[in-house]
């Protein structure tokens, strides 16, 4: 959209960041089954300009679970008419912390499949 774009047409990279923080934030919270907060966003990494009025997939999966923590890797890449997936166009990685309603850490439950929380728009 043009509220997203940047002076030159593409989707402005702080836009690109929110985005990529709120899939993020889905992604461990459904992991955790509870709340969680971000505690660092780095590897951010702009491969290509996502052009204004693309449409996008934002694909976010956990890479790493510690004790409280969860490692999300997002990435955003444009379709093309089609439908079709491209190659990302975006990619960032996310630390995750599950927490209580005080803001305490506290663990997350133990898996014994592989997650599979995706988010797509």
Request: aromatic content about 4%.
């Amino acid at each position: 959209m043009s509220e997203q774009a940047s002076a030159h047409g593409p989707l402005y990279g702080l836009n690109a960041l929110q985005i990529m923080g709120k899939a993020a934030f889905v992604c461990a919270t459904r992991h955790a089954r509870g709340p969680v907060v971000m505690a660092k966003a780095d590897c951010i990494e702009f491969f290509r300009p996502v052009p204004q009025g693309s449409i996008i997939a934002i694909r976010a999966h956990i890479a790493f679970q510690g004790q409280s923590s969860m490692t999300v890797i997002v990435e955003i890449a444009p379709e093309d008419c089609t439908g079709k997936d491209a190659t990302p166009a975006i990619t960032g990685r996310f630390m995750m912390i599950a927490v209580d309603d005080k803001g305490h850490p506290v663990p997350v439950p133990v898996s014994d499949q592989p997650a599979k929380e995706e988010l797509h728009p």
